[in-house]
């Protein structure tokens, strides 16, 4: 196997995605999947790629964490609060010099992962691409690609490492970033202003700008995010928060926000990773944030009742 050979973990949406555009762009690709995954028995999938009016079939090698080919470079595609386990479950199958780029959204779970396996290169990644799967049985997976947006690597390094060069070739705009925490801060602080809300309200992103009494909403959550992030050491990433926050929910006002997609779907949110790590940071430094606050009690109570619904 060559060493331009990515691994992914967590071959949901974003993952289908990039293993597509990297196959697409020539660069060697496979999946790992769970143990339990149907499709390890036929050793290679399909994946459909589809965008606008077209569609592109693609064709990956299957692995799981048993399987015996080393892993040099790994992307990790799953939610958040999967990360850790899933990496764990391939540790046997890393190479003593694995690159492990984090893809999922959200703060807090990064430096985590650095310092428990500290003998890997972990780094950070975040995105704006949108993807979603549109069918996930048999012998295909077809996934569309709903919205183009760019992606960032960056660890403390200063140059991009070579590998980069990869992502460099997918039609897809990839950069590097020797200032990651600002890029995941400012996802971060956007994610925080729309997401609890919408997935609370059940709305469309675009009636945070359209029903007053969510918009004065998002404006509050502004001033205690952008205060948040400003003292824990990214002005960058606070400035016009609230200006940015009303563009994104513009351009996206026809969207279902990914925690409005877990909620509905009666799936756990990355609430703790989003609106959860800020209200840590901010605790540790001794900010009130009583909005921000009530929305991660409501959000984990709504999840807590769903899982209590789905127990009975
Ligand atoms: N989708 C988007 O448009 C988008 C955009 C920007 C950022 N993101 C971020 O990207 C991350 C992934 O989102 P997504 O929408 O792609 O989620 P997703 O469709 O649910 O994909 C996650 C995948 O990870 C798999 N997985 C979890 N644990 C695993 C394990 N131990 N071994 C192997 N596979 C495992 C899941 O498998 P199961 O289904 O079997 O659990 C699933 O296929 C999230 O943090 C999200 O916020 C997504």
Redesign the pocket.
Known sequence: MDSRHWHI?????????FACLLDQAGVGCSL???P??PALERGSLDILLREGSVTNRHNFALGS?ASAAPIHQLLV????Y?LE??IA??LPRLAPDAVIVL????LGYQQRIAEQWPRFTVVSG????????AT?HGQNREVQR??R?ITWFGASELGAPDWFSDWQEIDAHCVWTSDMDAVLWRKLAINCAINPLTALHHCLNGALAERHELALAVRELCVEIATVTEAAGHPEAATHLHTSVMEVIRATANNRS?MLQDISAG?PT?ID?LTGHLVATAERLHIATPRNRSLLNAVRELETSQTLGRNR
């Open positions: 973990l967590g071959a949901g949406s974003i993952g289908s995605l790992v999947l769970r339990s995954d964490p595609c799953t939610k958040a999967d386990e899933s479950s391939v893809l999922a959204n959200g975040s995105t704006t691409e949108g993807a979603f799967r996930h709903a919205g947006g990914s799936r990355e990773y």
